[in-house]
T-cell receptor, first 115, second 117 residues
Framework: KAGVTQTPRYLIKTRGQQVTLSCSPI?????VSWYQQTPGQGLQFLFE???????NKGNFPGRFSGRQFSNSRSEMNVSTLELGDSALYLC??????????????FGPGTRLTVT | AQKVTQAQTEISVVEKEDVTLDCVYE???????LFWYKQPPSGELVFLIR??????QNEISGRYSWNFQKSTSSFNFTITASQVVDSAVYFC??????????????FGKGTKLSVKP
């Protein structure tokens, strides 16, 4: 069974640009969550999607948005990039969003560098 | 709000030593789940264990063992006879019934373990 895949793996963007990251969950998984990892703040929750609906959203500005498609694939978008957006963006999938019942499987992440 | 504290930022041991990674959590929920994840240099978070709040039984899996104590709100992880391949950042995480803006998993800051040959 293929794991969670994220594309691209590495990305370099300039301040002010926008970026779209993609996540394909494990086959059969319908819940996708996104996390931002930085050295200073650690792992922080961005959003969670289930059945194309956003269930939860973390404390991030509106520049961060996401969506989920009918095949459970998810994208996140960051507009007007800032230097502080440089981070590893991790996607995780689980069969359902039930708290703790299912462990979340993480992808390898997308390393975003904003210059 | 929920919180996970991993007080040890970095630990360095020599191969074959035993090492314990500490994790203290805070939550007012009576039903919650605790996790440990390993993040090798490749970046991918690898699931190690899940525990629910009603199961305080300790668990052993090969060289790995976990000690869950509700009385001290701790969920510590011990690696016996450490190996170089154990070098990674280890995260403890907490999940409650409704994560809200904190999301599904609330992570600690992680403990970087270096095992030297």
């Amino acid at each position: 069974k293929a794991g969670v895949t994220q594309t691209p793996r590495y990305l370099i963007k300039t301040r002010g640009q926008q970026v779209t990251l993609s996540c394909s969950p494990i086959s059969g998984h319908r819940s996708v969550s996104w996390y931002q990892q930085t050295p200073g703040q650690g792992l922080q929750f961005l959003f969670e999607y289930f059945s194309e609906t956003q269930r939860n959203k973390g404390n991030f500005p509106g520049r961060f948005s996401g969506r989920q498609f009918s095949n459970s694939r998810s994208e996140m978008n960051v507009s007007t990039l800032e230097l502080g957006d440089s981070a590893l963006y991790l996607c995780a999938s689980s069969p359902k969003p039930d708290r703790g019942t299912y462990e979340q499987y993480f992808g390898p992440g997308t390393r975003l560098t904003v210059t | 709000a929920q919180k996970v504290t991993q007080a040890q930022t970095e630990i360095s041991v020599v191969e074959k030593e035993d090492v314990t990674l500490d994790c203290v959590y805070e939550t007012r929920d009576t039903t919650y789940y605790l996790f440990w994840y390993k993040q090798p240099p490749s970046g991918e978070l690898v699931f190690l264990i899940r525990r629910n709040s009603f199961d305080e039984q300790n668990e052993i899996s090969g060289r790995y063992s976990w000690n869950f104590q509700k009385s001290t709100s701790s969920f510590n992880f011990t690696i016996t006879a450490s190996q170089v391949v154990d070098s990674a950042v280890y995260f403890c995480a907490l999940s409650v019934n409704y994560g809200g803006s904190q999301g599904n998993l609330i992570f600690g800051k992680g403990t970087k373990l270096s095992v030297k040959p």
